[in-house]
């Protein structure tokens, strides 16, 4: 058997004779190789796409927005032609599973739309069978009464984010055990619910008791579903893959030029399966399965196994993985290691025909016999997750190899892996199995991200480096984000108030920053699509931009850069579909609606000239008459013009009304302020006041409000002080209004003290003893201070 100690030759990088215009991080040669394609004509380029039994997560979003940005920069930036073909996964173990479980508990409820007995008697063993696989440290007898108590004791450190014993850091482990204690929890919660007797009972409970009922029905009834009745998975995957597409659309990510799918793909990967044994790289198993021999595929010269992460070759756990979790177990297979190529089908499986009998694709089959199906025998690029590496890709190029390959020699299939860095969460990797996941569409619904924010997080991080979102980093993507909004904003405003006035004298020393930071990307690009550093190459520019003097600079070298900067951000995906090349200024978000341009920039002009002459003392009568006269809104509007064209009128209305009661300057000031903050900002527009210069018109964006709340905030803070402050100065006066009152005499008579004197000071404490002198003066001086209030309020009241 070969061992990690085998040599392996380096791999073959493709030559050219021009220098390569990109480098690219090689996970075959896990170092930067120049990028030669096979063909300048078309770069063939395979990803591995999604597994369609769920909802994509973020951590799915991280792995295809990530590729969707380098496709992209080689599409857009190098000007490569690209064929880009994506699988879609509609049949493996995880869907079969997934499907027939989904499909078995429909029939359940169906046959029980109320919780009888017999479901809570079914519910409680699928409770117990879950506690005893997935939570072993629990009593084997545990009661769900028990649970709460139990498990919070024994799983402490886990449920305090700790790790099992407490001493290490947590990883996956811990996450699969917290998964599987709110499972159980949740289960435990529904079977001791008092009520179970309406339909929102039976709704709630089959909703809490779902992912116990899930694996026991499928233990118990699993093998005798009619596996031939394909709906019952496809019912599935073509939900979810529809909900893909609809996610990826929703994150801005170019569709595939073309989509393959495993279950299109039956004859096909037959026929590739029947070609690897054929030459003699794969052997049949009595049951019809058919496994790779990783052993006589690397005596073979040139054919080395595991090629991506040799380290790992000979770890059972991802070997398991790698073989799926309806694995059939075998002594017939030749090693450990080997592969499946093709399972034969157990009971409650899918089937397809083959020479060896009914049976499903292996795993990692389907995309080699897609890939090679669509783009031949030598591949440019394949890309996908990091945790695709091994065994999946490694199996993937071990069998594709043995495919193409000829007892000569081996045969290189992927010239180039680029694989992406993880999404990580608290230390722990996003995953469905896991179930510490966000998905895409509810992180996008509830505005925790929009495609922009998230692409920015992904393009500010290395794309094979893991991410893991933290306060910083979510600061640092909406920075940026503002950052170029308000360059934009600014720019496009020089188009609406050119600086005619400008002597151009910064214009040279910008422009030479500007050709920097145009190398400063390209280079960033160019190795391995660096794009941190591209993005702080723009981001820079911007700041050049903001720091040059605006009076000598003209307006062309702004819309210069404005125009490569918004070229550069659409080429990395930040503005929807929008052309990089179309020479337009800005990304969406940044233009107030169409309808309302002639009305706000009408009432913007007159509000800057009201502002400048109130705060000058010189707003006269008839000035005020040649401000609105310039403007005459007409008096029929659309349904979507109308609103903004009442704010015009009533704001002149306004005008002319306080110009009649001959109201100061202060007055006009207000109903300025108004404008910009409740009628125009009721709108979705805001108007930005700058010192000498008109007011910027720009929509009210997330940046905006955030500042406009953070403001209230602080203001409501003041407010509730100031009123605590008074309530309780308030309730000070009260105590001593009502402490007033009393006699000096008075106040020390309690059942502390047995005598007191004619003035009503202690002589006796309430044993009888004499009080200590020590503490007769202590209280002396208390009844002193109130005799005193008490005189001051005894001559308020004979003077009231």
Request: aromatic share 8%; glycine share 6%; charged share 30%.
């Amino acid at each position: 058997m070969a061992t990690l100690a085998r040599t392996q030759p380096p791999w073959k990088m493709p030559e050219s004779s021009t220098p390569a215009r990109l480098k690219i991080w090689n996970s075959l040669t896990r170092t930067k190789n120049d990028f030669v394609p096979i063909d300048e004509k078309e770069v063939k380029w395979y990803s591995c796409g999604p597994t369609v039994y769920d909802d994509a997560h973020l951590g799915h979003a991280r792995n295809y927005v990530t590729i969707d940005i380098l496709r992209r920069i080689m599409i857009g930036y190098f000007n490569y032609k690209l064929k880009f073909v994506q699988n879609v996964t509609d049949v493996d173990d995880k869907i079969i599973l997934r499907g027939r479980q989904q499909h078995l508990l429909t029939q359940f409820k169906e046959n029980n739309p109320r919780i009888t007995d017999k479901v809570v008697g079914t519910t409680i063993k699928a409770f117990d069978a879950y506690v005893k696989k997935n939570l072993p440290l629990l009593s084997p007898d545990l009661k769900p009464d028990s649970f709460n108590k139990e498990s919070t004791e024994i799983y402490a450190n886990v449920i305090n984010g700790k790790s099992l014993d407490g001493t290490t850091p947590p990883g996956d482990k811990e996450a699969k055990l917290k998964m599987h204690l709110k499972t159980a929890g949740t289960a435990a919660t529904a079977l001791l619910s008092p009520s179970k007797s309406t339909a929102v009972d039976t709704a709630e409970f089959y909703a809490g008791a779902e992912d116990v009922l899930l694996p026991y029905l499928d233990s118990l009834y699993g093998s005798g579903i009619d596996a031939n009745d394909h709906t019952i998975f496809t019912k599935l995957t073509q939900k979810y893959e529809a909900r893909f597409n609809e996610d990826m659309r929703n994150l801005n990510v170019l569709d595939p030029d073309v989509v393959t799918r495993v279950t299109e793909y039956g004859d096909q990967i037959v026929t590739f399966v029947k070609k690897i044994v054929d030459n003699r790289y794969a052997y049949k198993t009595s049951d019809g399965s058919i496994y790779f021999d990783i052993e006589t595929f690397e005596e073979t010269p040139g054919n080395h196994y595991a090629r991506l992460e040799p380290w790992n070759r000979n770890d059972k756990d991802l070997l398991a993985d790698g073989e799926g979790a309806l694995a059939k177990k075998t002594t017939e297979k030749h090693s450990d290691a080997d592969f499946a190529l093709w399972k034969s089908s157990k009971p409650g499986e899918p089937s397809w025909k083959s020479p060896w009998g009914p049976g499903r694709p292996g795993w990692h089959i389907e995309c080699s016999a897609m890939a090679s199906d669509v783009l031949g025998g030598q591949i440019d690029i394949h890309s996908g997750g990091i945790d695709l590496c091994f065994p999946h890709h490694d199996n993937e190029l071990a069998q594709s190899e043995a495919y193409w390959s000829n007892k000569e020699g081996g045969h290189q299939w992927i010239n180039y892996f680029l694989h992406m860095g993880h999404l990580s969460i608290s230390g722990s990797k996003m995953s469905k199995s896991l179930k510490n996941f966000t998905t895409i569409r509810e992180a996008l619904s509830r505005g925790d991200w929009t495609a922009r924010s998230l692409r920015i997080i992904f393009l500010l991080g290395g794309w094979h480096d893991g991410v893991e979102i933290t306060d910083d980093l979510r600061k640092a993507g909406s920075s940026f984000e503002s950052y170029v909004t308000n360059f934009f904003l600014k720019v496009r405003d020089l188009e609406i108030h050119p600086n005619t006035n400008s002597s151009g004298s910064d214009d040279e020393k910008l422009k030479k920053q500007f050709e920097t930071a145009k190398e400063r990307l390209h280079n960033a690009l160019t190795d391995s699509f660096d794009t941190p550093t591209a993005m702080r190459a723009i981001s820079g520019l911007i700041t050049d931009y903001n720091s040059a003097a605006k009076s000598g600079l003209s307006d062309e070298v702004s819309f210069d850069i404005a125009r490569w900067v918004t070229k550069i951000v659409r080429i990395f995906g930040l503005d929807g579909s929008s052309d990089p090349d179309n020479g337009s200024i800005g990304w969406s978000g940044i233009e107030i609606p169409k309808e309302a341009k002639e009305f706000v920039y009408a009432v913007s002009r007159e509000r800057d000239e009201v502002r400048k002459h109130a705060i000058a003392g010189n707003l006269s009568e008839e000035l005020l008459t040649s401000i609105i006269s310039k403007d005459k809104p007409a008096r029929q509007q659309n349904t979507v013009g109308a609103p903004y064209a009442e704010v015009l009128c009533t704001f002149q209305e306004n005008l002319k009304g306080l110009t009649e009661k001959k109201a100061p300057a202060k007055d006009f000031l207000a109903l300025c302020d108004r404008l910009r903050d409740l009628d125009l900002w009721d709108l979705g527009i805001y108007l930005e006041d700058r010192d000498n210069a008109p007011a910027m018109v720009r929509p009210v964006d997330a940046e905006l409000r955030a500042v406009r709340e953070q403001k209230e905030a602080n203001e409501r803070q003041k407010r509730e002080a100031k009123e605590r402050r008074e309530r309780e100065e308030a309730e000070k006066k009260a105590r001593l209004a009502a402490q007033a009152k009393i006699s000096p005499k008075d106040i020390f008579r309690t059942a502390e003290f047995s005598a007191w004197d004619e003035d009503g000071m202690p002589t006796k404490d309430a044993k009888g003893e004499d009080v200590p002198k020590s503490k007769t003066k202590r209280m002396r001086k208390e009844w002193e201070k109130q005799r005193k209030l008490h005189e001051e309020y005894l001559k308020g009241v004979s003077s009231a």
